[in-house]
């Protein structure tokens, strides 16, 4: 656990005298441009918030969770900090008061002006890492276990004959997509991947890929997930990832599971599995329940505290495994075992390890062995010298 206060860089981080937020301070007073400059390059840093001249700045570190600071952007320096970004999001000073877009180095910015922002402009700018986390990262943040890394890991890849098609649920800020884009780096090279989100956040580096965006709130015509999604399915693709399933575009991604794009992943909102399954058959989804046969599994994610920090967990991999009158059956394969602060097993058998195995052509044996080989490569070796 992190204790404060901490330093790194031009960064002081501090506790509050009153046991309110932390308070990030640069160490050096800036101008408002230069100070929002350089919190953009603190790889440490979720989410730079402005809610308006008589508030000043609020920051989500990814150690530190909620911070204040001891920046302010006066209402005079509104203007110029706001053309900046409109600048950097390659479009001249907008008519329409809600704006979307994105930094050259991926951040996504939400801008609010009058008359929809009551007590003056509003800005977010919601940063991701430069390095993409690996699933050894998250192992080593404490997310999951070497074990589940390594079921993941085999899953994904399918050993080149069934990749599963994987459902991330959770809240905002869970980790959702951080998990997804570790997971898509495990998608074999030759693979082709489209690539289909509302704002681009997914990092990943792939030979064989296409990136697909709905057009931004202010067009005059817009271009959204739906027919983003069906224009995919004719580019042919090996693997389709939707950054988040929000209507109709569901049923269109169930249906590739179900026509045989394998592989397939993408992330909702729900905090359990369960929910997730009730989200994607009542409006505005309307999946059909037997659709969901072909989701093998839904990993569902979630942000706790821990003290002086926060940190992201799986709380649960659930697979889907028949119906019985109330809809789809989960199985329950892992959970979250918040007294000892790690996922277990839950011991329940999984249909869809049997039919891996059988469609895959390995025996349980091998299928062991190879989950049992992936894992050590997930413990770090000071924990291995530990143990021994």
């Known amino acids: 656990m992190s204790e404060l206060p901490a330093s790194y860089g031009k960064v002081k981080i501090r506790r509050a005298e009153d046991g309110s937020a932390p308070i990030y301070e640069l160490e050096q007073p800036m101008d408002a441009l230069a100070s929002l400059k350089t919190l953009l390059e603190d790889d440490e840093l979720e989410e730079i918030v402005f809610n308006g001249p008589s508030r000043g700045l609020q920051l989500y570190h990814r150690r530190y969770g909620l911070c204040r600071t001891n920046m302010r952007i006066e209402a005079g320096d509104v203007p110029q900090v706001l053309s900046w970004l409109y600048d950097m999001m390659g479009y001249a000073a907008p008519e329409f008061p809600v704006v979307e877009g994105r930094l050259p180095d991926g951040s996504r910015v939400s801008v609010a002006t009058a008359p929809v922002a009551v ?4 800005f977010s700018i919601r940063k991701f890492p430069r390095n993409p986390f690996t ?11 070497p074990d589940v890394a390594a079921l993941l890991s085999l899953y994904v890849d399918g050993l080149g004959v069934r990749p599963a098609n994987i459902l991330i649920a959770g809240g905002t800020g869970s980790g959702k997509t951080t998990l997804l884009s570790s997971l898509a780096q495990l998608i074999p090279k030759q693979s082709r991947i489209i690539i289909i989100e509302d704002t681009p956040e997914i990092s990943l580096e792939h030979p064989n890929m296409i990136r697909l965006t709905v057009t931004p709130i202010h067009f005059e015509r ?3 997930m739906e027919v983003l999604l069906r224009a995919s399915l004719r580019m042919r693709p090996d693997r389709l990832i939707v950054g988040e399933v929000r209507g109709r575009e569901a049923e269109t991604l169930l249906a590739a599971m179900n026509t045989g794009h394998l592989g397939s992943m993408g992330t909702i909102h729900a905090n359990t599995s369960q929910e997730a399954v009730k989200r994607l058959t009542n409006p505005p989804m309307n999946v059909p329940p037997q659709m969901l046969a072909a989701l093998d599994l839904i990993i569902t994610t979630a942000k706790i505290n821990t003290g002086s920090t926060t940190k992201r967990v799986i709380l649960e991999i659930s697979e889907t495994a028949g119906f019985d009158e109330k809809g789809p059956r989960l199985n329950q394969l892992y959970k979250y075992n918040i007294s000892e602060d790690r996922i277990i097993p839950t011991g329940i058998p999984s249909s869809f390890r049997e039919r891996f195995i059988k469609e895959t052509g390995i ?3 091998k299928y062991n062995e190879i989950l049992h080989e992936k894992a050590s490569k997930f413990v770090d070796e000071e924990e291995m010298n ?3």
Do not use: H, I
């Not at 007590?119 to 509003?122: F, K, L």
């Not at 990262?137 to 404490?142: C, I, Y």
């Open 222 to 224: 817009q271009v959204d």
């Open 386 to 388: 530990d143990a021994s």
């Open 363 to 365: 025996n349980r044996e």
């Open 135 to 145: 699933l050894r990262d998250l192992v080593k943040f404490g997310m999951m276990s």
């Open 119 to 122: 007590d003056g402009p509003y």
